[in-house]
């Protein structure tokens, strides 16, 4: 079974720029997750979707980042325009229906210069 | 809301010493408790999970964790480390019965010397 696949693995931008990052759950799991970590602290909660509809978005910065879904299957956050302070490592994760744990991707370190 | 602290950021030990992570939780409802483990370069790895029932659970690795309601604390233990335990660990909590999300701890650095 493939695991919670995320791409690009590293992404350098300038200040200004818009940057996509991809997240393929894994197969069947409805619930599917982003988090962040930025400059070593904690690992925080951006929003939650179950099948294509956004349970949870309470964790989502601003409206410079914007998060889809369609289908239902894999998910895209989308930072336009990028600023110094969204540097960092995105992940996703992604679970079954009701159930833990969630299981994360490898994330995305994320760069604006 | 949740919250978690991880007493220590960083802890040395030397190679097949023991080890204690220490992770406390606040919450005012019932909670599942993770730890969850990043090594070098590599995306985060669940080590084990608190939903119910024992309050030892044992995870992957030779790691386990004793989940203590009185003292909300979920401590993670390995009787004799290896180098390759060297990462970083996360102590995480969410709100029982269901797919809530995950508060985590600021993570414990652990380096195992020869």
């Known amino acids: 079974e493939a695991g919670v696949t995320q791409f690009p693995s590293h992404s350098v931008i300038e200040k200004g720029q818009t940057v996509t990052l991809r997240c393929d759950p894994i197969s069947g799991h409805d619930n599917l997750y982003w988090y962040r970590r930025v400059m070593g602290k904690e690992i925080k909660f951006l929003l939650h979707f179950v099948k294509e509809s956004k349970q949870d978005e309470s964790g989502m910065p601003n409206n410079r980042f914007l998060a889809e879904r369609t289908g239902g299957t894999y998910s895209t956050l989308k930072v336009q325009p990028a600023e110094l302070e969204d540097s960092g490592v995105y992940f996703c994760a992604s679970s079954q229906d009701g159930v833990q744990p969630q299981h994360f991707g490898d994330g995305t370190r994320l760069s604006i210069l | ?114």
Do not use: M
């Open chain 2, 1 to 114: 809301a949740q919250s978690v602290t991880q007493l220590d950021s960083q802890v040395p030990v030397f190679e097949e010493a023991p080890v204690e992570l220490r992770c406390n939780y606040s919450s005012s409802v019932s909670v599942y408790l993770f730890w969850y483990v990043q090594y070098p370069n590599q995306g985060l790895q669940l080590l084990l999970k608190y939903l119910s029932g024992s309050t030892l659970v044992k995870g992957i690795n030779g790691f386990e964790a004793e989940f203590n309601k009185s003292q909300t604390s979920f401590h993670l233990r390995k009787p004799s480390v290896h180098i390759s335990d060297t990462a970083e660990y996360f102590c995480a909590v969410t709100k029982s019965g269901g797919y809530n999300k995950l508060i985590f701890g600021a993570g414990t650095r652990l380096a195992v010397h020869p």
